[in-house]
């Protein structure tokens, strides 16, 4: 059976994405949506709010794909102009649309602001265009078709795009191509091994792998490998039709999860902060963290987690000797005698923190971030961490390299995964 | 004098850069590169390791760019196939190249491992291509010409990127365009004004400036302006050349940083906790912060800035209201009269910090981030600040909309700005 292949394009236009300013990040979300519909995206662009530029874009982009998807320039600034370069290219004029002027006339009122000729512009929409109401802000989108091609104009505000893509777009896309095909996609996220040595380890598995396609991205967070795969459903019983490749895919996750143990620590959309939730959570442990060189990332990671306040007692970044000796109970003499970035510094914030905050798990964390204070025997990126708790005291010492961000992060990173082994460990 | 234009892409190659994996970056750093260059980005483009798509985008380029410069699908792995494409593009044979097999063997030999027939691929570039040595990585990049075209081909690895970028890339580019066309950018970042303000503000000005182009992009961080303009400058006499032009680019600066004035916290790359620090060195102040609701972001975002050591003292993190009582001796009273999300609360947090750590300013923040935690007389996004220090007391109560990352990261930044604002008053 033919796997009919559905290809998409996206442009996401904005001169603020051409120099300096932010990277397209809508691209993803819309991609994802595009992915349940069954709809592969092939290729990505950003141009500048210039009409001469998304029109070659999406004149190139028309000759190929199924579904062409435009976000941003349908604001009322001077520069705002995909509107009229998608309605030239397709010789419609713009048309005001009563609905869509109306809305606006209800977002401004709220703000006690008239519907300026500024403003207005948004409510014109080339004619022949299937209007994407707005319900969360003032621009709508709009679907057009044009031979084989379904093009879709989004706002280039993410929430606004979100809500129209979920609830215009991918029911209208679900209905023109009835797409039997759905991806599939399964993250492994590992921590402690280095890419080398995660590709070495996942090479026999990759020798056979048929139509599965295999990802390994390497960040400060850790190795991430994706397997990732288009496969056809019937439309009737999507769980039958599937079954035959069913084993095949099965069979070739385990494979890559049981090569990654050592190193895995989530799957899926799951984050290291998380996991060191549930782990924690699964024993009702409660924590504390005496931070120095992180500044207070752990903690804050920690926190970022809904329901993290089951959990996590308190932070401190204790940045300051002084600070050390008075929030967690550093001795000065060790202090003295072994410097603030030391093994023994971080077993004393971790045991000082768990003891004051009467929490089951203390943690600390001390090093150099840089780009100063480095030296020969404490060169930056040294980092000492400690772990008090219910089963005895642990330290660790790393060795980071790069600039101050990506110390801190891996830094961090390697801490959760420090209070995620050592909550798993088997109470002794 | 007419200012020739210098246009480039860029195609940024990756199948992760396509669905729920990260977004291209390197292309932020590349077309600034090139702006230095005089050459002007006018397209970005992401495509998956496939070798027709990248081919596809490669030969759409060549149409209109000078330059052409290509990011990623460089390393080792089976996916890998940029060199490739590009070769056959131009019809030329892929030759091992003596100088980069020495440079794997020799990064090889670190690691202890051999250079494989797999990894030896690295090696091998176009003929006639010149080689772009990789002095921090394994895989060396490329240049090549083709008619009035340059082709430049790095790796992905973002480190390696820029360093051949500034090294070999700008020379080899500033040899062959001699541009005399240079990029002016001028950013102000705003914080506390909507963006409908900044533009109603900013309406005046916008009228009536001839080729300078206004960005605007709004943030959880704030709202960012932007200025820029590409110039023209002798290639003997910059300055004297330049001059006509001089004085209507800094009128403009001028007015937009007056009509900003209100909100404005910084100006350029710098960030806002670069501009706390600055304020809280000009005035010898010591800081420590006590969160709640930020879980240790403020403290964190404090420490990020080197040397931040001179002045942050400490940071707590009392998410728990036993951590508030026992850490900043927030009164059971008041937490009990008033609820931990409260003004009263706020105020004892940074006054028990300040007291505690003996520091000249105290911060303390308190608030509901999301999603669970709200009610109808306090609902998610309600925050309390307040700071005590040489100047007195002053609490803030702000209600930020967004999701958990959105509403800390606005606090965050709210906490800061508020701190900056406290330290640049005058002394009663």
């Known amino acids: 059976m033919n796997i009919k292949p559905l290809h998409a394009d996206i442009i996401a236009v904005g001169s603020e994405l051409l120099l300096g300013g932010p990277v397209d990040s809508n691209s993803v979300f819309v991609a994802n949506f595009l992915a349940e519909c069954g ?18 874009a999406l004149r190139g982009s028309l000759k ?26 397709f010789g419609c004029p713009l048309i005001k649309r009563k609905r869509a002027y109306e809305n606006l006339k209800a977002c401004y009122r709220r703000f006690g602001r008239p519907v300026t000729p500024l403003l207005a512009k948004q409510a014109f929409l080339p004619s022949g265009a299937r209007m994407l109401g707005n319900t969360v802000g003032t621009a709508p989108g709009f679907l057009m078709r044009d031979g084989q091609s379904v093009i879709v104009v989004l706002p280039g505000v993410p929430r606004e795009a979100k809500v129209m893509m979920i609830s215009q777009v991918q029911p209208v896309l679900r209905k023109i191509f009835n797409s039997n095909r759905h991806y599939w996609l399964h993250a492994f996220h590992t921590f402690g091994l280095p890419e080398t040595d995660v590709q070495k380890q996942l090479s026999p598995i990759l020798k056979d792998v048929g139509r599965i396609q295999f990802g390994l991205l390497a960040s400060p967070r850790g190795v991430t490998v994706t397997v990732s795969c288009w496969v056809l459903s019937g439309s009737r019983s999507f769980v039958k039709e599937k079954s035959p490749f069913f084993p ?40 504390a963290v005496a931070e120095s060189c992180t500044g207070g990332l752990v903690a804050h990671r920690l926190t970022t987690v809904p329901g993290s306040s089951c959990y996590v007692d308190r932070g401190v970044v204790s940045y300051s000797n002084k600070a050390k000796r008075e929030l967690v109970g550093v001795p000065a003499s060790t202090l003295g005698r072994y410097g603030a970035v030391s093994s023994q510094v971080a077993m004393a914030m971790a045991k000082g923190i768990r003891m004051r905050s009467r929490v089951d798990v203390g943690v600390g964390v001390t090093g150099i971030a840089g780009p100063g204070g480095g030296t020969v025997e404490k060169p930056v990126g040294l980092v000492y961490a400690a772990i008090d708790g219910p089963h005895g005291t642990q330290a660790r010492r790393w060795q ?23 909550a798993n460990e088997v109470s002794p």
């Open 39 to 56: 709809i592969e995206v092939r290729k990505k662009i950003s141009v500048g709010d210039q009409k001469a530029d998304i029109q070659e």
């Open 64 to 89: 190929r794909a199924h579904v062409i998807v435009l976000t941003g320039g349908l604001g009322s600034t001077l520069d705002d102009c995909t509107r009229e370069a998608v309605a030239e290219t």
């Open 248 to 287: 095949e895919w099965v069979h070739l996750v385990n494979q890559v999860r049981e090569c990654l143990r050592p190193g895995l620590f989530a799957e899926g959309e799951r984050t290291m902060e998380e996991i060191v939730g549930e782990v924690l959570r699964g024993r009702s442990w409660t924590i």
């Open 400 to 422: 980071f390299w790069g600039d101050r961000t990506e110390i801190t992060l891996k830094t961090s990173q390697a801490v959760l995964d420090l209070i995620r082994r050592y």
